[in-house]
């Protein structure tokens, strides 16, 4: 579509590469925000000692006072 575009002289030359750059930014962009969001989930994880997806603690309490 693009290619056709440019041949009919709707688009400038500069487009097409403009398109093609904005689009690896995003996906930059887009692989940055997963890696935050990840790190922060396992340092949340981490602090809290509490695995939300199995719903338990990382760590088991030891009881205190009882025999």
Not at 28 to 37: N, W
């Amino acid at each position: 579509m693009t290619r056709k575009r440019y041949r009919i002289g709707k688009i400038l030359v500069t487009d097409p590469n403009i398109a093609i750059s904005e689009e690896a930014n995003a996906r930059r962009a887009y692989i940055s925000a997963l890696r935050t969001f990840w790190l922060a989930y396992y340092d949340l994880r981490r602090l809290a000692l509490y695995d939300f997806e199995q719903g338990q603690p990382l760590l088991e309490r030891p009881e205190v006072g009882r025999r």
